[in-house]
């Protein structure tokens, strides 16, 4: 088939149809015209599908139907409908659906970190290798620990929350490219086993663990969920299965845009539990169960309403219509 002769034909009526779902304001002919132009247009990019389901005019058709079927059917939900559906279905489902991967993340991350504490930490020519005598000492017995009460804590948290949203985004947007979540791993993970084996070289694991812990189990958990997004778009695009490459690539990106809006949720809980709970007089065990509450908090919401939502059939991606797969018969 001739696809130039074919659009060329039916070019005017998407036009059309374009016109008319982006007005804003419709005469009742104009709203009948919308609804005829729309079950035909429809039918033509079924037809288009089956000869090439990921050209650049099937995606420009899908876009336009989405636009028109929003103009004729209106809103279906008000926002605090979608607002429950995000929070109940939508986004736990899509964090349970990462679970294996976040769990992998996390395992690669703590045997990279264990790895360089325990190298710092045992030998004396690889921590002379990091920083000289003098440095060390500043290092543990003040830079450290200033670290989390030299600002106050609302802006501390702040940073805390831009730097760890910088560093989630990049690990779900760069993700496809399948190099980026590994060197993120690699190099957080690095930092933290180096600092760690500073601490442990010197005796001083104690002092190191009652200040990472409180914010660091789930400010961590956060960082694996994104590299988990990350890699789960980019076997979407290596190995999409039944699905065309477009199509899987597609949902995963709208799944995935679900996790990233979760996140920022996550990282600014972490950023307050580091802002204000790290460097507080609290006790440590009290500091420590802070912290281990929060993580808490989150893996039953996970584990029961993300299973919950996902045996029910909820993915975290649109709903079907939303993504421009269903459309009226001609």
């Given at each position: 088939?001739?696809m130039?002769?074919?659009?060329?034909?039916?070019?005017?009526?998407?036009?059309?149809?374009?016109?008319?779902?982006?007005?804003?304001?419709?005469?009742?002919?104009?709203?009948?015209?919308?609804?005829?132009?729309?079950?035909?247009?429809?039918?033509?990019?079924?037809?288009?599908?089956?000869?090439?389901?990921?050209?650049?005019?099937?995606?420009?058709?899908?876009?336009?139907?989405?636009?028109?079927?929003?103009?004729?059917?209106?809103?279906r939900?008000?926002?605090?409908?979608?607002?429950?559906?995000?929070?109940?279905?939508?986004?736990?489902?899509?964090?349970?659906?990462?679970?294996?991967?976040?769990?992998?993340?996390?395992?690669?991350?703590?045997?990279?970190?264990?790895?360089?504490?325990?190298?710092?930490?045992?030998?004396p020519?690889?921590?002379r290798?990091?920083?000289?005598?003098?440095?060390?000492?500043?290092?543990?017995?003040?830079?450290?620990?200033?670290?989390?009460?030299e600002?106050?804590?609302?802006?501390?948290a702040?940073?805390?929350?831009?730097?760890?949203?910088?560093i989630?985004?990049?690990?779900?947007?760069?993700?496809?490219?399948?190099?980026?979540?590994?060197?993120i791993?690699?190099?957080?993970?690095?930092?933290?086993?180096?600092?760690a084996?500073?601490?442990?070289a010197?005796?001083?694991?104690?002092?190191?663990?009652t200040?990472?812990?409180?914010h660091?189990?789930?400010?961590l958990?956060?960082v694996?969920?994104?590299?988990?997004?990350?890699?789960?778009i980019?076997?979407?695009?290596?190995?999409?299965?039944?699905?065309?490459?477009?199509?899987?690539?597609?949902d995963?990106?709208?799944?995935?845009?679900?996790?990233?809006?979760?996140?920022?949720?996550v990282?600014?809980?972490?950023?307050?539990?580091?802002?204000?709970?790290?460097?507080?007089?609290?006790?440590?065990?009290a500091?420590?169960?802070?912290?281990?509450?929060?993580l808490?908090?989150y893996?039953?919401?996970?584990?029961?309403w993300?299973?919950?939502?996902?045996?029910?059939?909820?993915?975290?991606?649109?709903?079907?219509?939303?993504?421009?797969?269903?459309?009226?018969?001609?």
């Open positions: 088939m001739d130039d002769a074919f659009s060329a034909a039916n070019g005017d009526k998407w036009s059309r149809l374009h016109q008319l779902a982006h007005k804003r304001r419709l005469t009742g002919g104009e709203a009948d015209e919308l609804l005829r132009l729309y079950q035909s247009t429809s039918a033509h990019l079924s037809f288009i599908r089956s000869i090439a389901p990921e050209s650049g005019l099937s995606a420009s058709l899908s876009a336009t139907l989405a636009q028109a079927r929003t103009r004729f059917t209106g809103a939900s008000n926002v605090m409908a979608d607002l429950a559906r995000f929070f109940v279905a939508a986004l736990p489902a899509a964090l349970y659906r990462l679970r294996w991967l976040t769990l992998a993340c996390g395992a690669a991350f703590v045997l990279v970190a264990g790895a360089y504490a325990l190298w710092i930490g045992t030998s020519e690889a921590l290798s990091v920083a000289s005598e003098a440095a060390v000492r500043q290092y543990v017995e003040a830079d450290f620990i200033d670290y989390y009460s600002n106050p804590a609302a802006s501390f702040g940073a805390v929350w831009t730097n760890n949203a910088w989630g985004a990049q690990a779900v947007a760069l993700g496809i490219t399948g190099i980026w979540v590994p060197m791993l690699f190099t957080n993970a690095q930092g933290v086993g180096i600092a084996g500073v601490f442990a010197v005796g001083q694991q104690g002092v190191f663990y200040y990472i812990l409180p660091g189990l789930m400010e958990t956060a694996f969920i994104a590299c988990a997004a990350g890699l789960r980019f076997w979407a695009m290596v190995s999409p299965g039944p699905r065309t490459r477009g199509r899987a690539v597609a995963e990106g709208r799944s995935l845009i679900t996790v990233a809006l979760g996140l920022v949720l990282l600014f809980v972490s950023g307050l539990v580091e802002g204000f709970v790290t460097p507080s007089p609290l006790p440590v065990w500091k420590i169960g802070i912290g281990l509450a929060v808490a908090a893996c039953s919401y996970v584990l029961v993300g299973r919950r939502a996902y045996d029910a059939g909820e993915r975290g991606d649109l709903l079907a219509g939303d993504a421009g797969y269903s459309e009226i018969a001609a």
